[in-house]
Nanobody, 121 residues
Framework: QVQLVESGGGLVQPGGSLRLSCTAS????????MGWYRQAPGKQRELVAT???????NYADSVKGRFTISRDNAKNTVYLQMNSVKPEDAAVYYC???????????????WGQGTQVTVSS
């Protein structure tokens, strides 16, 4: 069984910073790509940032230069550093990870339960 647990969400003022974390636990042989997505009320879930096992990153245009994704492979953890936060960044943030549980298991995408980010002064 594999579980992804996010933390670090909460209330942040416009222009402020917040750091999200997501740790994968359980029966894990290897984690390939990891990423962050977000969903605001009434909107579809959208990609925020992704990072490969080798550290290559990809960002949505709306967060480039403000958010930074990173990962600690030893801890099975991915981070999202959010700086210069804007009201439009308010959403539920979800992490995901492409995980292989054993040599005979297929690569499968797992999702966390989400963490709320509220932007307000």
């Amino acid at each position: 069984q594999v579980q992804l647990v996010e933390s670090g969400g909460g209330l942040v003022q416009p222009g402020g910073s917040l750091r999200l974390s997501c740790t994968a636990s359980g029966s894990i042989m290897r984690i390939n790509g990891m990423g962050w997505y977000r969903q605001a009320p009434g909107k579809q879930r959208e990609l925020v940032a992704t990072i490969t096992s080798g550290g290559s990153t990809n960002y949505a245009d709306s967060v480039k230069g403000r958010f930074t994704i990173s990962r600690d492979n030893a801890k099975n953890t991915v981070y999202l550093q959010m700086n210069s936060v804007k009201p439009e960044d308010a959403a539920v943030y979800y992490c995901n990870a492409d995980i292989r549980r054993s040599p005979s298991s297929p690569l499968r995408t797992y999702w966390g339960q989400g963490t709320q980010v509220t932007v307000s002064s």
